[in-house]
C-alpha cells in the first residue's frame, strides 16, 4: 500500500533556529517524492521534488531509500516559512496521482 | 497566465442534494486530478483524466460521485443526494506534457458544506 506518514501535526521554531519536517513512506516501487507547501491565503504549490536535488527558498529535501524517509530540512527558518506543508509521493515519470501525507503546520515565532 | 481555477468558491448544500462543481485547468495541459480534503487532512486522490478519457477513478468514494471531462478541457465533478460526510475542499490540479512533466497546478479549491 501507498503511504505517506507526517508524524507532527503541528512544529513551530524559533526565526533563525534550524527546521527539519519528518516524513515517511512506505511504497512498493521506486516512488517519486515531493513537498508541497500551502501558504496563508494561497492556493497548494510544488515546493520541490527529490530528482531535482535543488534547493529551495534555502530548503533541502533528502530521499533515503534505506529508511524510507524524505524530510524537508533549512539550515535557519525566516519567518515567511510558516505554512502548511505537505509531503506527497507518486510512481515515477509521467503523469500520476498524489499520495499526501496529512500535512505539518510550520509556525515560526520572531 | 491563468492559472487553474474552480468555481464556486464556496457551496452550501442541504443533505440529499445534488452539486456540481467546476474546473478550468491551465490551457492546454492534458492531465486533470480531482482530490478531496477533509478538514485537517491531506488531499486524498479521487479521479485523473487525460484528455478527455478518464484513466483512472478508483478514489471516487461512493457511486455518488461522478467526474466528466467532456472535452478534454473543462471538467465538472458530481456529487449526488449529498451525505454530511462529504464536507470537503474539493481540489482541482493539472498538468503538462503527459509523460514527462510531474508539477501539478491546483486550483483554489471549492469548499463545500452539507448541512
Known amino acids: 500500500a501507498q503511504r505517506v506518514t507526517q508524524p507532527e501535526k503541528l512544529l513551530s521554531v524559533f526565526k533563525g533556529a534550524p527546521v527539519e519536517l519528518k516524513c515517511n513512506y512506505s511504497?512498493?516501487?521506486?516512488?517519486?517524492l515531493f513537498w508541497y507547501v500551502q501558504y496563508s491565503r494561497q492556493r497548494l504549490q510544488l515546493l520541490l521534488r527529490?530528482?531535482s536535488r535543488e534547493s529551495i527558498k534555502g530548503f533541502t529535501a533528502d530521499l533515503n531509500k534505506g529508511e524510507t524517509s524524505f524530510h524537508l530540512k533549512k539550515p535557519f527558518a525566516q519567518e515567511e516559512d510558516s505554512a502548511m506543508y505537505y509531503c506527497?509521493?507518486?510512481?515515477?515519470?509521467?503523469?500520476?496521482?498524489?499520495?499526501f501525507g496529512q500535512g505539518t503546520r510550520l509556525t515560526i515565532n520572531p | 497566465g491563468a492559472g487553474v481555477s474552480q468555481s464556486p468558491r464556496y457551496k452550501v448544500a442541504k443533505r440529499g442534494q445534488d452539486v456540481a462543481l467546476r474546473c478550468d485547468p491551465i490551457?492546454?495541459?492534458?492531465?486533470l486530478f480531482w482530490y478531496q480534503q477533509a478538514l485537517g487532512q491531506g488531499p486524498e486522490f479521487l479521479t485523473y483524466?487525460?484528455?478527455?478519457?478518464?484513466?483512472?477513478k478508483s478514489g471516487l468514494p461512493s457511486d455518488r460521485f461522478f467526474a466528466e471531462r467532456p472535452e478534454g478541457s473543462v471538467s465538472t465533478l458530481k456529487i449526488q443526494r449529498t451525505q454530511q460526510e462529504d464536507s470537503a475542499v474539493y481540489l482541482c490540479?493539472?498538468?503538462?506534457?503527459?509523460?514527462?512533466?510531474?508539477?501539478?497546478?491546483f486550483g483554489p479549491g471549492t469548499r463545500l458544506t452539507v448541512t
Open positions: 506527497a509521493l507518486s510512481r515515477l515519470q509521467g503523469a500520476q496521482k498524489l499520495v
Open positions: 511504497y512498493s516501487g521506486s516512488p517519486e
Open positions: 527529490h530528482i
Open positions: 490551457s492546454g495541459h492534458v492531465s
Open positions: 483524466f487525460q484528455n478527455e478519457a478518464q484513466l483512472d
Open positions: 490540479a493539472s498538468n503538462g506534457a503527459g509523460g514527462s512533466s510531474y508539477e501539478q497546478y
